[in-house]
């Protein structure tokens, strides 16, 4: 007798059920909503190669399923797999968590750790993925079917409760919390990694209360061996065998009518999800390239609250918990009294619609985020700026060009000008000063990013090559360094961060510094003398030179801009979330839904590892693009929203022509697969697939 709780008709297992997947969810997209920067900012990896491994992560996340589906079902059953790959899941947290610590190893050893810790937490997650749902369905009485229903909807809240939660929470942790000199991804990693130990222990906790049924064998293997045995006996056929009405129907030997029938049912709705992959393509560059955006973006609300660029992603949590409910009460009743027969495929097919029109908000808020950006030198050329400390305007000349005509003094260089440069080597630059016209000779390199610091000197002037750092910080904050113009060694310390700087010109290193106003306190080296600096705001997205000189007994400090801030607000990023999640809302549920609706009783898994599959190669999809295409970022938006309209048109037009399932025919089939007869006649009963709404898992 199940155990059930005080007042209703719901098992008392369905809380730790709830709780476990709660937990999980948790640390899922606590730790994925971290990753790309984490690539980016941490193992030194480009965009490009962190958004490949990102979506490879995503791929292998939706391809397990498949793997713990067949363990259930023809093996351990879904409690003892839930347990064991849940143990994997752990033990892939740990390791992830452990290679994000500084001090243990190289680079190679930090990137080995997280390569090892994420397959091991692809093969957790996606193999519970089809278990915990469908365990929690087989918790009720087949005459409870209200309550299964309704605790389906509670399985899908404690889903996007735990994504809300964790993507608020751990970029936080990583960014607000400092441990070994820098962003604490060991802790941010580690939180999830103890909220996934948490979900196991739970889970364990309710054994003794949990209901479970043995392995019934595993449906999506009898069907591919169906398909196999068709293919087989088909190409195998004499000349002299009559023609069948379905390829299909060449495993007639060897199968039942009814299966043979289910799989032709299944065929037809997998077959429209042949175009499906495109949406997910999409969809999943929240994660990746979204997140890329927004850490070009300026993130500060007022003085008080800055928000980080991995949280944007708890948007699409939050929109979903709102847009589900004002989808379902308002807006499809809406269109369906304009006439309009708001059909599944429709709104799915609105869904690609919507996302496609995402990117394109997307693309145009990446080409007002690129005006910030100092674009790399073309081939064989280099980018440089001149910095003019001497007390009158200057003149500069390169042998191949250009010319920088009368630069003024301590005047903030506007922009960067590329150099042509023939060959790397030593460069004899003509400067005039004074109507007098003296030779720097410096060595260029291609593809690099330079300052020319232009200072008084006894003999006449004097010149500096700097080389500078012209990308953008990778989670967002500024780069400061300093040009000390004074005589002696200084300290500077600019929010706990120290500067130290030689005497007589000398540039300190980039360092990064937390986005805020800043008053900074210069000293004297071996000496007690120290002075404020006002520096003022430090921006997002840019890269500053504060030049230090005397006036008299006071020091002044003369901010330079090498990098302009981001300007673009990060809000203009939430109407490309409003948008992808009412896409999500029409799509993903609908599709669930669909599917459902459009399977044999005893198919439903098969099409929800059909359904799974449409998301990982999705990932692949992105994958592909932003290792292969090389595109600007822009042009990459534009093209994936094109793609989704183009695949929109076919999908439409795949629709057309499919006729949806009539529900005497699933009830026939439903009747045959509740009593049928074995090899001797006598008859048995099967037992029931546990019927389960699909949810964002």
């Not at 259930?72 to 790959?85: C, E, P, V």
């Not at 060449?250 to 495109?278: F, G, H, N, T």
């Amino acid at each position: 007798m199940t155990k059930k709780l005080c007042g209703t008709r719901y098992p008392v297992s369905i809380c730790f059920i709830v709780v476990n997947e709660f937990c999980e969810r948790f640390s899922y997209y606590g730790m994925k909503a971290l990753l790309t920067l984490y690539f980016v900012t941490y193992l030194h990896w480009d965009e490009d190669l962190s958004t490949a491994v990102y979506h490879a992560f995503g791929s292998l996340c939706y391809f397990t399923p498949i793997l713990g589906a067949v363990i259930a079902d023809s093996w351990l059953g879904k409690f003892k797999t839930i347990i064991y790959l849940s143990i994997v899941y752990v033990i892939g947290h740990v390791v992830k968590s452990v290679g994000a610590i500084p001090t243990v190893g190289d680079n190679s050893t930090h990137i080995a750790l997280s390569m090892v810790g994420l397959i091991l937490i692809a093969f957790g997650t996606g193999g519970i993925k089809p278990c915990v749902s469908a365990f929690g369905g087989d918790q009720f009485d087949e005459e409870d079917i209200s309550q299964r229903q309704k605790f389906f909807s509670i399985f899908y809240m404690s889903i996007n409760a735990g994504s809300l939660l964790s993507t608020v929470i751990t970029p936080i942790l990583r960014g607000d919390v400092q441990c070994f000199g820098g962003d604490c991804y060991a802790l941010a990693f580690g939180v999830p990694a103890a909220l996934m130990m948490v979900a196991l222990l739970v889970f364990i906790l309710g054994s003794g209360l949990y209901k479970r049924n043995p392995p019934q064998g595993n449906i999506l293997l009898e069907v591919c061996k169906c398909i196999a045995c068709a293919i087989r006996n088909r190409w195998r056929r004499s000349k002299n065998e009559p023609a069948r009405n379905h390829w299909l129907d060449w495993a007639q030997d060897s199968y039942s009518k009814r299966l043979i029938q289910e799989i032709k049912m299944v065929l037809r709705v997998l077959v429209l999800y042949i175009p499906l992959p495109m949406f997910w393509a999409l969809f999943d560059q929240q994660g990746s390239r979204w997140t890329l955006q927004a850490k070009g973006m300026n993130m500060a609300f007022g003085n008080s609250f800055t928000i980080k660029p991995d949280q944007m992603q708890m948007l699409n949590a939050l929109l979903i918990l709102i847009f589900v409910p004002i989808f379902d009460l308002i807006i499809y009743p809406l269109v369906g009294r304009c006439r309009i027969d708001v059909t599944p495929l429709r709104k799915m097919a609105a869904g690609m619609v919507f996302a496609a029109v995402a990117f394109g908000a997307a693309t145009l808020v990446e080409v007002n985020v690129r005006k910030s950006v100092v674009e790399p030198p073309p081939a064989r050329n280099c980018l440089l700026q001149v910095l003019n400390l001497a007390k009158d305007n200057v003149t500069v000349q390169f042998p191949s060009g250009p010319e920088f005509p009368s630069v003024p003094y301590l005047q903030d260089p506007e922009e960067y000008v590329a150099v042509p440069v023939e060959t790397p080597g030593e460069v004899n630059i003509q400067v005039v000063y004074n109507g007098a016209t003296s030779e720097c000779r410096q060595v260029l390199r291609w593809e690099r990013a330079y300052t020319l610091v232009l200072y008084p000197a006894a003999t006449g002037i004097q010149c500096k090559l700097v080389q500078d750092h012209i990308k953008k910080n990778g989670d967002g904050n500024p780069f400061l360094r300093f040009l000390n113009t004074m005589p002696d060694a200084w300290n500077v310390t600019v929010g706990g961060v120290l500067f130290h700087l030689l005497p007589g010109y000398s540039v300190s290193p980039n360092k990064t510094i937390t986005r805020d106003v800043y008053m900074s306190t210069c000293c004297k080296v071996n000496s007690d003398v120290c002075q404020k600096l006002d520096l003022g705001l430090l921006d997002f997205g840019a890269s500053y030179t504060v030049v230090l000189f005397e006036e008299g007994r006071e020091i002044i400090a003369k901010k330079m801009e090498d990098v302009k801030a981001s300007d673009v607000h990060i809000t203009w990023q939430i109407p490309q979330y409003v948008l992808i999640t009412a896409g999500e809302v029409m799509f993903s549920i609908t599709g669930l839904e669909f599917s459902y609706s459009q399977a044999p009783p005893n198919m439903k898994s098969v099409l929800q590892a059909g359904w799974l599959l449409t998301v990982a190669f999705g990932n692949v999809i992105v994958l592909i693009v932003a290792e292969g295409a090389g595109l600007e970022q822009w042009i990459e938006f534009l093209l994936f929203g094109g793609l989704l309209l183009v695949v929109c048109v076919i999908f439409s037009a795949m629709c057309c022509f499919y006729t949806y399932v009539n529900p005497e025919e699933l009830e026939s089939l439903q009747m045959q697969e509740s009593v049928f007869l074995d090899e001797d006649g006598e008859k048995k009963s099967k037992g029931n697939e546990q019927e389960h709404r699909g949810t964002k898992l």
